[in-house]
């Protein structure tokens, strides 16, 4: 089964503007994708790293129901290295972007190639943590990312893949 077929059974639906997978989990199935910067209608797609692993996906999910978002906006803003740290993926973001996009501008005639992170329009405010994290480990060497990983209980399954079941399933 190919990387395609195993991420639209990791999210339950086909993947947008799905270009690659840039992260496997430690069992070799697909852990982070890369995405175009416009779907096939030219639809802007703003993350560029995402998180397809369901493992990771939940324990991020359980961290964000717990404040994580809004807690992690506060940190970035009084935090200098992780304000720099942000500021930083932020541009990288959006050269990435840029370098996918090519001569493509889309719907909205490259708009939202300037977007940072999950598509946010501000350094000061977060949005969602698992285009953090899925930048973070696309994109080694972003603080904010790797800490909020590391503030992960458990990001990997510790016994067996778990998405190890739906490469072996029957259509």
Same mark, same amino acid.
């Given at each position: 089964?190919?990387? @395609? ?8 639906? $086909? ?9 496997? =989990? ?13 779907? @096939? $209608? !030219?639809?802007?797609?703003? *993350? *560029?790293?995402?998180?397809? =692993? ?12 717990? !404040? +994580?978002?809004?807690? %992690? /906006? ?5 935090? *200098? ?21 090519? /001569? ?5 005639? +490259?708009?939202?190639?300037?977007? !940072?992170?999950? +598509? /946010?329009? $501000? ?19 972003? *603080?904010? !990312?790797?800490?909020?990983? +590391?503030?992960?209980? /458990?990001? %990997?399954?510790?016994?067996?893949? =778990? ?9």
């Amino acid at each position: 089964m190919d990387d @395609r077929a195993i991420v639209e059974r990791q999210l339950g639906r $086909s993947p947008r503007a799905f270009r690659r997978v840039v992260v496997r =989990c430690p069992y070799g199935l697909p852990a982070v994708t890369e995405q175009e910067p416009y779907d @096939r $209608s !030219g639809e802007p797609f703003p *993350t *560029t790293y995402y998180l397809t =692993c369901p493992h990771l996906v939940a324990a991020v999910a359980r961290l964000e129901a717990a !404040g +994580g978002v809004e807690r %992690w /906006s506060t940190l970035a803003r009084e935090d *200098t290295a992780l304000a720099s740290s942000l500021k930083a993926a932020t541009e990288e973001q959006r050269r990435v972007r840029r370098e996918l996009a090519g /001569s493509r501008r889309g719907r909205d005639d +490259g708009a939202s190639l300037d977007l !940072g992170i999950a +598509g /946010s329009h $501000s350094l000061r405010h977060l949005k969602c943590l698992h285009a953090h994290v899925a930048f973070a480990l696309a994109r080694p060497g972003y *603080t904010l !990312g790797e800490r909020v990983l +590391g503030e992960l209980e /458990s990001p %990997w399954p510790a016994a067996e893949c =778990c998405s190890e079941e739906l490469r072996n399933r029957q259509q």
